[in-house]
């Protein structure tokens, strides 16, 4: 429905006169107000505007935060107990930074979980979902580098072991990996000149991100909205307005999620890190169990199931190369998702096999994070390993066997006729589709 | 006329030429802006360390920093000795020395781990070889693994008394630094 032709009509000379010189107004109108939205959309699309929120306030504390922020080695740390102790409500800004990472992370799965259930990649919108996963990754690394700048323990160590990845390479070029990983340090182990570039790439990423969220809007308002049904819009009566219908409902949905928000960074503000950052960093010391932030644990299992054995299969010395490719891969091939997926139904509503995977996957899922979590060793290992296999299996076999031998159920033959079967099968509810009508 | 237009002509030269050129420029502007993030001056002018090892006792062990980078110097007992050269060096999953003292590639002996004459002395860079962790070992009471050596809790890999990769996801031997012996007691490394 996107690309439909405006229907704005300024109303004041002012705005006649601005129209005809920067149309700002009625692209704000088109998008975000006069938008036609699918009329069945559920409570799981209001996590793009949660996002949105996410987003925003992560860039409006993280600027304040920076203003009181020392990023070297010798002060960093102190900083953060100063910023904690002295600035005004600093103790309330920094909490809200930091539960705000992991709350966007919350978000952003939710939204990713139910892209994959509703099949809002496939078919036109496989654009939209790269850009989608390209800001995962954008995310990711923003989020890395900001778990650097309080310089504790475990900002330390992390950032040793995950630019250590990079000299895998060294298995591939002699010299390669030892030659990225110096340049990304600055150095020859991670001082005080990595945590200044940390600092400055955390500020920019962000903006980048706000970029790239631009470009997924513009590419979602091309193609329009996906559905619970995923039927394409039909008719007019298909759709209500965005504003106030779509916006009132996301607003309900950002308050919700502003609750739980709060009551993290008010109630327990380190319940989802980890004690060992409140250590200042020790380059002799390495803490005894290194533990990424919960968000990158499914990713971190991935990684370390590649012991010098995969489930029987010896690695050797390219184990260290397999995991840091399989954990790339774990993302990357997420954006492949539209051309791995053979089925022609979108929703997963209407697939009796794909939707017991589905679940199995968000299953797999879960399993690594807690795996994760745990220490390297024992049955936690060969558990990790398995669900490795699971979660490649998802996107390499189910994704694209299933389409193949799956008979869907029959689909309603538009968002309408399955929105109203739910109310008796006749007629409009009362005061429901007001504006449609008036189409 | 249109086999003409195929024809690349004078003009077709000078959008090439013009084009590579901007390419050029584009490279040069480019490299400063990554090279600014590689090791600088400052970083670079640590780049050796001496130290006196007349303090260490036979079985104890000392860490000292070498460009950020700790350094585990061990002064070995007869049995860690023995048990580091009693070794079929072709059955370890790393067989190189991975000594920068030395060219070539040599094998992974205990002899070309060490300088001749003072076999007691082990001398390696503290950082695990897998994702670069620091491996317990050098305290008095650490768990230093089942050969010995050094354990890193990261993700368990375990070092022999030689500081060669026995066991766990590390790929190589932790690494010698090149250093030599100034004096009978006093090492400069770098």
Redesign the interface.
Known sequence: MGGSTSRYVPTSRWGKWFDERLPIARMVNDSFVDYPTPRNLNYLWTFGGILTVCLLAQIATGVVLAMHYQPSDVAAFNSIEHIRRDVNYGWMLRNLHSVGASMFFLAVFIHIFRGFYYGSYKAPREVLWILGVIIMLLMMATAFMGYTLPWGQMSFWGVTVITNLFSALDTIYNGLGTAVVEWLWGGYAVSGVTLNRFFALHYLLPFVLTGVVGLHIWALHVVGQNNPTGLDIKQPSDTVPMHPYATAKDSVGIFAFLIIFAWFAFFVPDYLGHADNYVEANPLVTPPHIVPEWYFLPFYAILRAFTSSFLGIPLGQYAKLCGVIAMFSAVIIIAFAPWLDTSRVRSAKYRPIFKWFFWFFVFTCVALGYLGSKPAEGIYVTAAQIFTVCYFLFFLVVMPVVGLIETPKRLPRSITEDVLSKGGGSGLPTGATAAPEAR | MTTEALEPNRRDFLVVAGNAFAAVGAASLLWPF?QQ????AS?KALSSVEIDLSPVKEGQAI?A?W????IFIRNRTKAEIESAVDVDVKKL??DNARNEGLTGDPPATDANRTVKGHENWIVLIG?CT?????PKGQAMGDERGEYGGWF?????STYDTSGRIR??????NLEVPPYAFETNTKIKIG
């Open positions: 990554i993030m590689n090791p600088d970083t860490t920093m460009r950020g980078k700790p999953p790393d950082i897998h994702l670069g962790c620091i890193c809790p990261c993700h368990g066991k766990g996801p590390a790929p190589r």
